[in-house]
């Protein structure tokens, strides 16, 4: 978009400070800033024009294509969060889910009553959120990485400036992942796994369900232990599968929760 000089109209300065935030972003990237962090800049860049009403989300796909990771949604519930981190992706599992698994953007003006959340709305409704729009990220080969969520506290639909800003904000999430899995932060992935090659229990954990996972099983939770103290502090490390998503999984048949008892998510590395 050409950048004019005098007065601009209130979406063109939208769109100059994103992308502004554009080039923050992939500066941290270039800088080795830990993914968590920058999509997490992103997020709260594009949540700042949206005077506090959208609550952002963005969601990695793990490496079979088949789940949605937490990647960043800073102002989300965290027991929200906790509750979808690897939720299997279909037609009609939200708003998220049903977007990755068509491969298009969906918007859901109204959680209560989109039939697309179906038995699963209770769980955002819980958290007072009532809109969900969802567009998928893709990269520059069109394969897709994850998906961009805009909640709403009220029911709504997008408009015109909404969109121009959502596809704004999911070209340059898909900036920020490939570059994020370029070759410099794989020779990185590389070299913490020669660390832990001298024990046979913190190979395994290498095992990954996803980008990001380290498989912990069993007799290996020690080993688990051991590789979770070897990565940089600034990764988020949690379990993930509490109780509090029980009625999630409940809902979802047999997408088992197991899945991800004892995962470590550090994000795409």
Known sequence: MPIHTGHRSAPDSKIFRLLESEKRVLGQVAAGVPIAKVLEELVLAVEAEANGELLGSILLLDKEGRHLLHGAAPNLPAAYNEAIHGVEI?????????????????????IATDPLWGAVAELPLAHGLRACWSIPIRGADGRLLGTFGNYYREPRSPTADDL???????????????????APNHART????????GDDAARQLWRAHGPGHLACRGRRRGACSRAARTLPRSHDLRTVGSDRCTAWWKVLGDRRRSRYDGALPVGHV
Do not use: K, M, N, P
Not at 190 to 196: I, M, N, T
């Open 90 to 110: 279909g037609e009609a599992v939200g708003s998220c889910g049903t977007a990755a698994h068509r491969g298009e953007a969906i918007f859901v003006t109204d």
């Open 164 to 182: 121009e800003v959502i596809a704004h904000v999911t070209h340059t999430a898909a900036l920020v992942i490939e570059r994020h899995l370029s």
């Open 190 to 197: 590389v070299r913490l796994a020669q660390g832990l090659s």
